[in-house]
């Protein structure tokens, strides 16, 4: 950060005592920065939210300022901020995916819902604004085949950890790297995991899971840190870390295909639903808070719906419908 300046974005607006040799800041730009850093503190030291998502709110509503700046020519106080400004931002974001204008709306409203509790505003700009309907995204996944050639292509104790963790408890790229070491119970064969919003999960682990992490502990890095997984350096793994990894691994199994760490969770809730596992099983697996975000591997699997619907072929009769006909004929 830079001496006598607060970042909000990409919108750096002057600290609050001006800094050194500057004139004092107006009330208007004192006032949204420092709401904008009170909010994020909220949301980081409060609602416990990980860093990404804070890292994210801070994103976007550091462009509704840069937004304002221009339009404006200043940032005014919270409570200048009208529905007629907020909708008129939103417009600017038509021709960005529907699920991002979505978020960066939401993202407002929860921000104006904040000042509304402190009691800074009386009415939220952002309540309510028509958003447009985001296309219904169906999760993608790999295929066994796809998974075994990549757990084969693991080439250290790590490796084969991370994949078999990802594949075979559903886990996501952060909680990976939040794991510490007492979170495993290996002769339980059962994990704790630490996700979103700071909720906590109990996951079973398959054996040849189980076998693995015994496999990197003999294999981690020999220093005082409480996390399970370590980076060659001993720190604690960083999401790009992961990433670099499979990018690693797919190149030595001779995956042309883009696959991410998330397409491996994918890939866990599919398999459960393809073999008939009951949806709220899979939703407290994968730690999710809304049943519908887990319904979307219902919608997703094709395979599954035709094999179920296979089942009721008795109620049609024989399969060329003429038959049964030409046989009372006759």
């Not at 700046?69 to 960005?96: D, F, K």
């Not at 604690?236 to 691994?249: K, V």
């Not at 949806?279 to 219902?298: C, F, P, S």
Request: charged letters at 20%; aromatic letters at 6%; proline letters at 6%.
């Amino acid at each position: 950060m830079t001496t006598g300046s607060a970042i909000v974005g990409r919108v750096r607006l002057p600290a609050p005592d001006g800094g050194p040799g500057q004139a004092r800041p107006t009330e208007s730009a004192h006032g949204l920065a420092a709401k904008i850093e009170q909010f994020l503190e909220y949301q980081r030291s409060y609602r416990s939210h990980s860093p990404l998502t804070v890292s994210t709110y801070r994103c976007d509503l550091g462009q509704f300022c840069n937004w304002l700046s221009s339009r404006l020519g200043h940032l005014p106080e919270p409570n200048a901020i009208t529905r007629e400004l907020v909708m008129q931002y939103a417009v600017t974001l038509s021709g960005r995916a529907a699920a991002t204008v979505c978020r960066k709306v939401t993202v407002l409203s929860v921000f104006f819902g904040f000042l509304m509790d402190l009691g800074e505003l009386n009415t939220n700009p952002a309540r309510r604004i028509p958003l447009p309907k985001p296309a219904g995204r169906i999760p993608n996944a790999i295929s066994e085949e796809e998974a075994q050639r990549l757990i084969c292509a693991a080439s250290s104790p790590f490796e084969r950890a991370m994949l078999l963790l990802m594949l075979t408890a559903g886990l996501r790229r952060s909680e990976v790297g939040a794991i510490r070491l007492e979170d495993a119970n290996l002769e339980n064969q059962a994990l704790l995991v630490r996700g979103k919003g700071a909720k906590q999960r109990m996951v079973p682990l398959m054996p040849q899971t189980a076998e693995a992490i015994r496999g990197y502990l003999a294999a981690r890095p020999n220093v005082d840190q409480p996390y399970l997984f370590l980076s060659p350096q001993g720190q604690r793994l960083a999401n790009d870390y992961l990433n670099r990894t499979l990018r690693r691994i797919l190149a030595r199994a001779g995956l042309a295909k883009r696959i991410t760490p998330h397409m491996l969770r994918h890939t866990f809730a599919t398999h459960l639903v393809r073999n008939g596992v009951d949806v709220r099983t899979v939703q407290e697996l994968l730690g999710h808070a809304d049943l519908e975000t887990t319904a979307n591997y219902l919608h997703s699997d094709t395979r599954a719906k035709q094999t179920a619907v296979s089942f009721i072929a008795t109620l049609t009769g024989p399969a060329n419908p003429g038959a049964h006909l030409t046989a009372s004929i006759k």
